[in-house]
T-cell receptor, first 114, second 115 residues
Framework: AQSVTQLGSHVSVSEGALVLLRCNYS??????LFWYVQYPNQGLQLLLK??????LVKGINGFEAEFKKSETSFHLTKPSAHMSDAAEYFC????????????FGKGTRLHILP | GAGVSQSPSNKVTEKGKDVELRCDPI?????LYWYRQRLGQGLEFLIY????????KSGLPSDRFSAERTGESVSTLTIQRTQQEDSAVYLC?????????????FGAGSRLTVL
């Protein structure tokens, strides 16, 4: 089975500061990994995905994430936070070669301080 | 359609009543998922349909919950004898395989309130 742990249900950063949202996964086989974002009063949308090609994945709005097998991590970063980044972020996992479900973490709400 | 459509967008019901939630996926998307999002919580997997394969029902919380999908079209999530703890936003998503990994397109959700 696969699972995802997101450290920190709430993260606050100042505008212009580095954003780091943590995600650790557990999977019995190599994983596919995703970050989704939910802006206030909007539906979830894909931010970026890892599908076993490059370990550093770039997404929309300046976000990127790095797959680290040795650490079973897929942390999301952005060099400089913007007020519009305030949202809830979800890490998700599925399994390579398996035609199966995608499991989400509990989410991290990102607050941007002026 | 252009996106994943869910109805109703809001449903208020009394404890003990049955409810049906509908999801109309993007045309051509072979996979369809249902998730539950309680207030302040993450997305809880409920059920997954992939093409004509048997659905993965491992996330359904009790036998009061069931879901059907006809072919690769509309899906209905049914909750029987609703309880207050069923109050949540029920999200549907559909997907088309991309690089072997399902990228989900979500609907706006159906907000269920059980009084």
């Amino acid at each position: 089975a696969q699972s995802v742990t997101q450290l920190g249900s709430h993260v606050s950063v100042s505008e212009g500061a580095l954003v780091l949202l943590r995600c650790n996964y557990s999977s019995s086989v190599p994983p596919y990994l995703f970050w989704y974002v939910q802006y206030p009063n909007q539906g979830l949308q894909l931010l970026l995905k890892y599908t076993s090609a490059a370990t550093l994945v770039k997404g929309i709005n300046g976000f990127e994430a790095e797959f680290k097998k040795s650490e079973t991590s897929f942390h999301l970063t952005k060099p400089s936070a913007h007020m519009s980044d305030a949202a809830e972020y979800f890490c998700a996992v599925s399994r390579v070669g398996r035609d199966d479900k995608i499991i989400f973490g509990k989410g991290t709400r990102l607050h941007i301080l002026p | 359609g252009a996106g994943v459509s869910q109805s109703p967008s809001n449903k208020v019901t009394e404890k003990g009543k049955d409810v049906e939630l509908r999801c109309d996926p993007i045309s051509g998307h072979t996979a369809l998922y249902w998730y539950r999002q309680r207030l302040g919580q993450g997305l809880e997997f409920l059920i997954y349909f992939q093409g004509n394969s048997a659905p993965d029902k491992s996330g359904l919380p009790s036998d009061r919950f069931s879901a059907e999908r006809t072919g690769e079209s509309v899906s209905t999530l049914t909750i029987q004898r609703t309880q207050q703890e069923d109050s949540a936003v029920y999200l549907c998503a559909s997907s088309l395989r991309v690089s072997g990994a399902n990228v989900l397109t979500f609907g706006a959700g159906s907000r269920l309130t059980v009084l």
